[in-house]
Structures are given as C-alpha cells and as structure tokens.
C-alpha cells in the first residue's frame, strides 16, 4: 500500500515511529512532512497529503499536529478526501469501518506514541462495512 504521512512541528517524532513501523511491514511511504520540530505551519503539510489522496497517488493518507483539527479541517476540504480525527484504535476502526475515512488524523500532544501506532494499524487493517454506510458517505461532498 502506498501511504502519504505530513506533520507539523508537533508531530515530528510520531510521524518517524510511524514511518519506520509502515516500512517495517512493507508499505511504501511518502513523507509529506517536517522533519524539525522547528514551528511551521500545519496547512503547508496538510495539503500535501490531502491532494495525493484526492487525486488517488496514495492509497491512504496520515497526518499529525498537535491537536490534529487543524489538519483535519485543512484535508476535508478535498472533494474525495474523508479525514477522521482520531483518539484511539477503536476510533480509528470505526472512522473506516462507518465512515470509510482516507486520512488519519492523530493529535500527536494528546496521544502516546503507542497509541499512535495502534492507531495506524488499525487503520489499515479495518475495511469499509458499505451497507447502510456506503448511502451515509455519499451525502459527505459538497462538491
């Protein structure tokens, strides 16, 4: 799977924990990212990943900030772009599994790097259910 990651200066060591455990499991990663704790702006890196899954060069997208609104409501400007900010695993899952989201928004201040990794795994690891969903995710675009 191919798999876009950006942060800003908050996310810097996360986003690296989870590029190395991607790789590790044999997924390509594009980093879209800083890679310095040094203060940017988190639209610049948002962006980045949000247009690489709206124009489907990545399979899934991963972005960090400190809260990870930010981010958030950069990505979901994007037409084809479902982003889903997410506290835990389950969380994580159930932004898939219901909401069939594209892009993982974790809050890199208010998680534990562990928690972010159990957060992209199960993120990958969860399909969409469709069903009843698939009608829910198709009123979402604006565009």
Not at 5 to 32: F, M, P, R, S, W
Not at 103 to 119: D, S
Request: negative net charge.
């Amino acid at each position: 799977m191919k798999i876009a990651i950006g942060n800003d200066h908050a996310g810097t060591d996360y986003k690296n924990a989870i590029v190395a455990y991607l790789e590790k499991i044999g997924h390509e990663v594009i980093n879209c990212g800083t890679n310095s704790d040094d203060s940017v702006d988190y639209p610049d890196f948002a962006h980045a990943v949000a247009s690489k899954v709206n124009e489907a060069e990545v399979d899934l997208g991963i972005l960090l900030c400190g809260s990870a609104n930010g981010v958030m409501m950069t990505a979901n400007k994007y037409e084809k772009v479902r982003a889903g900010l997410c506290w835990n695993k389950e969380i994580a899952a159930i932004v898939r599994l219901h909401n069939n989201a594209n892009i993982l928004g974790i809050p890199a201040r208010f998680t534990a790097e562990k928690q972010a990794i159990e957060m992209v795994e199960a993120f990958l690891t969860t399909d969409f259910e469709g069903g009843r969903h698939q009608r829910r995710v198709d009123k979402i675009s604006c565009m």
